[in-house]
């Protein structure tokens, strides 16, 4: 399951060649992914250009000179490859570029900008989906809470967010109304690097535990993104994909191995239904 930073790399690795360009054919290969593609989405985009490619959450949204959006949710293995005939491993190190399609029968959308790139839209599973927004839909994006990565997040704002709240800090986080697109294996990580005990109640976390966790939450997303993009560069000179890489992480995925910090060992716990590693020791 792609998280934010891997959101966000994709996103990174598409702009260079969608922004600003003319899409010149959009092909659907089959009439939907999790959801049916919108009545008329090849027409939308045919001939329109793309003005803004930027990220929500955790949806890619292709902003058009029609005053549409398209987003797009990678689901569970949805991934882009960057065919791109004027480039080649040699006159493009590093790029996101390959000679041929990989697995083609999961090859679902592609586009094909002015330049003659095509980005191909690849997903085994098809939990992902593709949705138009047009500027008299309401915005799907109304009810989400602040960017984690945007000044809009910090301390203060945390403070007033979790404000009163019963639930546990690990559950707050989690939700989407407070903060956009953080998920579970990010919202682990933080809290280990604010020292903040997932059991905890939202309420009762702090100003200072608050301004604490604003910045956690910023510095292990970053970390992740920069991660991501020399993970991307050397995996896309195997099979060309814009996909999901692998982090190393303090808690998550680590019960019973030793503590970074404190060589305690790393516990489990399941809440709400999701697994919630952390350090008993150096989170209160
Ligand atoms: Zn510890």
Redesign the pocket.
């Known amino acids: 399951m792609p998280e934010l930073p891997e959101v966000e790399t994709v996103r990174r690795g598409l702009a260079p060649y969608l922004e600003n360009r003319l899409l010149t054919e959009v092909r659907l290969n089959r009439p939907d992914l999790r959801f049916p593609f919108a009545p008329g989405m090849t027409d939308r985009l045919n001939g329109a250009r793309i003005l803004r490619l930027t990220r929500r959450a955790k949806y890619i949204l292709a902003e058009t000179d029609r005053d549409d959006r398209l987003v797009i949710h990678l689901g569970m293995s949805g991934r882009f490859t960057i065919i791109d005939p004027k480039q080649t491993a040699e006159n493009a190190p590093g790029m996101f570029v390959h000679a041929q399609e990989t697995r083609p029968q999961h090859d679902h959308v592609v586009f094909r900008t002015e330049d003659g790139v095509e980005i191909v839209y690849n997903d085994p599973r098809r939990f992902g989906y593709m949705l138009m927004y047009g500027p008299k839909d309401e915005d799907p994006f109304r009810d989400v809470g602040p960017e984690p990565l945007s000044n809009e997040f910090s301390g203060p704002y945390l403070a007033h967010a979790l404000k009163g709240r019963k639930m546990p800090i690990k559950a707050a986080l989690l939700d989407q109304r407070i903060v956009a697109g953080l998920g579970n294996i990010y919202v682990c990580e933080a809290l280990f690097r604010s020292g903040i005990s997932p059991r905890r109640l939202a309420g009762n976390v702090g100003a200072k535990r608050c301004e604490r966790l604003a910045v956690a939450v910023r510095d292990v997303l970053s970390a992740a993104i920069e991660a991501g993009g020399s993970t991307l560069r050397d995996y896309a000179h195997a099979d060309g994909g814009l996909g999901y890489f692998q982090h190393s992480f303090d808690v998550y995925g680590r019960e019973t191995k030793p503590?970074h910090?404190?060589?305690?060992a790393i516990q489990r716990i399941v809440q709400s239904g999701r697994s919630t590693f952390f350090?008993a020791?150096?989170q209160s």
Do not use: I, P
């Open positions: 503590c910090t404190c060589s305690a350090c020791n150096c």
